[in-house]
């Protein structure tokens, strides 16, 4: 009974060295770790757990999705079927959602946009093993997103099989692949959501003052979205294409939100009531004038988030301001003649423009506003 048990024991250690040890030919000849390709012990054809393609170390491309070409054919590899005829524009018009153009164009330096044959082998016997041949890299990038957005993987969702009348079906794949573009979504200005905490069970959300205030691209937030978000793929409703909300965690709910913001006091978000847009001055003390309050946060506080409290000395920023390139007038005050001539510094002490001139350098008695060294004229 001992020696059953320490074979099976034996047999059990073993095959999964035994699995490794037996990679397929081109493999072998391979000096690649297999690490380098498969985070699994393991692999298998059904599970081959490929790591993630490395995205992040080159520059990527950006262009408008109404700007972009419609339709691509896709036919580097078309022996047995017609060339892929792939609807680029409706793809680029989702990607907004999921990671934009370097979802797909990863590894392209600035310039021309290049083609993948430019660094996948048309050969399925690649130089390289660690870098997928081109058809490898088709099918997994188109894969990899239609299992989580759409769940349709058949080889007759993109391919159609050659026939005698190549050119009507090239034509009607043409026509169907262009499909329906998804409605334009509308850019919210805020959103309220109403919460069980106890507390504050309202929670309001100013979307507009992320995207337009604090420059927040869509993808800072809106990361590896699918269908499924939204939509009722998996038709568990009669009704058409229903729109749900996603159930998520507290976890969840709290992610993003934490990912700038640092406070952990639920009341400064759970209030018992909507709130209002960001006012500067009630959290920060500082007014800001018309001219401040056109600029986008970073323009001030830098792109690193959570932003850190200025000095407000206007100085600290505008280190250039002098007598021959300022002009006066757009703060609504003319200077004469007379004062136009002195430097800054004659009567804003110590280049202090966030706090009333002096006039006690060169006068006695006068106090402004009540005496002006120039007359008030309306600014735009």
């Known amino acids: 009974m001992k020696k059953i048990i320490v074979i099976i024991f034996l047999l059990t250690i073993s095959l999964p060295l035994s699995a490794q040890k037996n990679p397929g030919k081109d ?8 690490k380098t390709c498969h985070v699994c012990d ?63 164009h990863h590894y392209n330096t600035s310039g021309p946009i290049q083609p993948c044959k430019n660094c996948h082998q048309t050969s399925r016997k690649r130089d390289d093993i660690s870098k997928p041949d081109l058809e490898a890299a088709y099918h997994r990038q188109c894969i990899t997103c239609h299992r989580e957005w759409s769940h349709g993987t058949s080889c007759n969702s993109c391919h159609n099989l050659k026939t005698t009348n190549k050119e009507y079906q090239k034509e009607e794949v043409k026509k169907k692949v262009k499909g329906k573009v998804h409605p334009a979504l509308i850019e919210p200005a805020k959103i309220v959501f109403e919460t069980k905490y106890e507390k504050g069970k309202m929670v309001t959300f100013f979307h507009d003052d992320h995207t337009k205030k604090f420059k927040i691209d869509c993808t800072s937030c809106h990361k590896n979205e699918t269908c499924l978000k939204c939509h009722d793929v998996n038709k568990t409703s009669n009704e ?119 006039c006690s350098n060169c006068h006695e008695n006068f106090i402004y506003p009540k005496q002006k060294p120039g007359k008030m004229v309306r600014t735009k």
């Open 240 to 358: 058409k294409s229903k729109i749900i909300r996603a159930q998520k965690s507290l976890d969840e709910h709290h992610k993003k939100c934490f990912s700038c913001h640092k406070e952990d006091k639920c009341e400064s978000c759970h209030l018992g009531k909507p709130s209002e847009h960001f006012d500067h001055k009630k959290r920060t003390g500082w007014v800001l004038n018309k001219f401040h309050d056109e600029l986008s946060c970073a323009k001030c506080h830098g792109s690193k988030i959570p932003y850190s409290k200025l000095d407000t000395k206007c100085v600290n920023c505008h280190k250039g301001w002098n007598i021959e390139n300022f002009k006066h007038t757009i703060t609504g005050l003319q200077l004469d003649e007379t004062h136009a001539q002195l430097n800054c510094e004659d009567c804003h002490e110590e280049k202090n423009f966030a706090v009333k001139p002096v």
């Open 27 to 34: 493999h072998a000849k391979s000096n690649v770790n297999c």
């Open 42 to 104: 393991v692999p298998t054809k059904d599970d081959p757990c490929l790591v993630q393609c490395p995205r992040e170390k080159m520059k990527t491309v950006y262009e408008s999705p109404d700007k972009t070409v419609d339709v691509v054919s896709l036919d580097e590899l078309s022996k047995k079927y017609l060339p892929v005829t792939f609807s680029h524009r409706v793809h680029a018009q989702m990607s907004v959602l999921s990671g934009g153009c370097g979802t797909c």
